[in-house]
């Protein structure tokens, strides 16, 4: 079974640019997850697909950020302008998700991650 | 809100029994989660608990009381490729509909011939 492939997996910008990330989650999984870790933290959420709609962008900074999971498989996460405090591993991750305590939403497969330097 | 605290770093001898331990803070309660992650590395399910008492996979133990908000990760017969970084979470009580997990700020684990 192939794994959450994400692209590119380094990415080099300077301040003010703009910046796309793109994640294909495991076939078959509903849902799909954006992550952002910074060094030496846990990750932190920043926004939940279920198929293609939006389940969570609390923490989504949606001034800057924008995501979208067209026809509910392959997503895409763009940071525009970017920031320096932008400067993380951007995860993407996918579970079956099917809504029932302990059977699937516990369990996330992640990808490679991007790394993404803000100059 | 959610918090997670664990031990920022252990250190132990190739062969050795090391644990790792996890306290949370939820407003409502699902269960608690273990993953590894190698430098530079993707993080890796290890394990869930959403009852009381300890699961076994192979080396790898996960131990959870409910009662005290404390969960703990063992790791037996330590090997070299054991450096990592182990976060435990627990999925947001918040929103029945939102799966997010919250992760603890990691424990980094360095394994010493």
């Known amino acids: 079974e192939a794994g959450v492939a994400q692209s590119p997996r380094y990415k080099i910008i300077e301040k003010r640019q703009s910046v796309a990330f793109w994640c294909n989650p495991i076939s078959g999984h509903a849902t799909l997850y954006w992550y952002q870790q910074i060094l030496g933290q846990g990750p932190k959420l920043l926004i939940q697909?279920?198929?293609?709609?939006?389940?969570?962008d609390s923490q989504l900074p949606k001034d800057r950020f924008s995501a979208e999971r067209l026809k509910g498989v392959d997503s895409t996460l763009k940071i525009q302008p970017a920031k320096l405090e932008d400067s993380a591993v951007y995860l993407c991750a996918s579970s079956p998700g099917d809504g029932l305590a302990g059977v699937g939403p516990e369990t996330q497969y992640f990808g490679p991650g991007t790394r993404l330097l803000v100059l | 809100g959610q918090s997670l605290e664990q031990p920022s770093e252990v250190t132990a001898v190739e062969g050795a029994i090391v644990q790792i331990n996890c306290t949370y803070q939820?407003?409502?309660?699902?269960?608690l989660s273990w993953y590894q992650q190698h430098d530079g590395g993707a993080p890796t399910f290890l394990s869930y608990n959403a009852l009381d008492g300890l699961e076994e996979t192979g080396r790898f133990s996960s131990f959870l009381s409910r009662s005290d908000s404390y969960g703990y990760l063992l790791l037996q017969e330590l090997q070299m490729k054991d450096s990592a970084s182990y976060f435990c979470?627990?999925?947001?009580?918040?929103?029945?509909?939102?799966?997010?997990?919250?992760f603890g700020s990691g424990t980094r684990l360095l394994v010493r011939p």
């Open positions: 979470a627990v999925r947001d009580g918040a929103m029945d509909s939102s799966y997010k997990l919250i």
């Open positions: 697909f279920q198929n293609n709609g939006v389940v969570d």
């Open positions: 939820t407003s409502g309660f699902y269960g």
